[in-house]
């Protein structure tokens, strides 16, 4: 058996699942389809991509943290929904906004993300990984 980390970038027509050993080795790097796929609600959500982790990982791993970049994820709290139903699954999860994925791919410590497609949304982080905050009268 060996202890796996799983990553997915849920969109609004692919699932990126990636699977990785404790010690970084790839194990598998997929895509699969999500015209299916929403975010809502969380336990739906959370039941959708447990049943895709599960046509990923191989029999007799274990799952020991998932990272979830979900479109739709659209506030804070959606995002901690999704992550606690997925815990109560039996999967310890951190939920994202997909949009928040782009700074981090792009190998960047702070910036902002925008997606800019049939859906729109833009993130960012600074340097801490706090997230960015309208300025003040901004709209």
Not at 81 to 105: K, M, Q, W
Not at 107 to 123: D, K, M, N, R, Y
Request: glycine share 14%; proline share 4%.
């Amino acid at each position: 058996m060996t202890d796996v980390i799983v990553g997915l970038d849920a969109g609004g027509t692919k699932l990126g699942v990636r699977v990785v050993s404790l010690d970084g080795s790839r194990i598998a790097d997929v895509s699969l389809p999500a015209e299916d796929w929403s975010a809502s609600p969380a336990g739906d959500a959370a039941r959708w991509l447990i049943a895709r982790i599960e046509r990923v990982v191989a029999s007799g791993d274990r799952v020991v943290a998932v990272g979830v970049g979900a479109q739709g994820c659209d506030t804070v709290e959606h995002c901690h929904e999704l992550a606690h139903e997925l815990t109560a699954l039996g999967y310890s999860a951190v939920v994202v906004n997909d949009a928040a994925l782009l700074v981090p791919a792009a190998g960047l410590q702070a910036g902002i993300g925008v997606i800019a497609g049939t859906g729109s949304i833009a993130v960012g982080q600074d340097e801490t990984g706090r997230p960015f905050s309208p300025a003040a009268g901004a709209g």
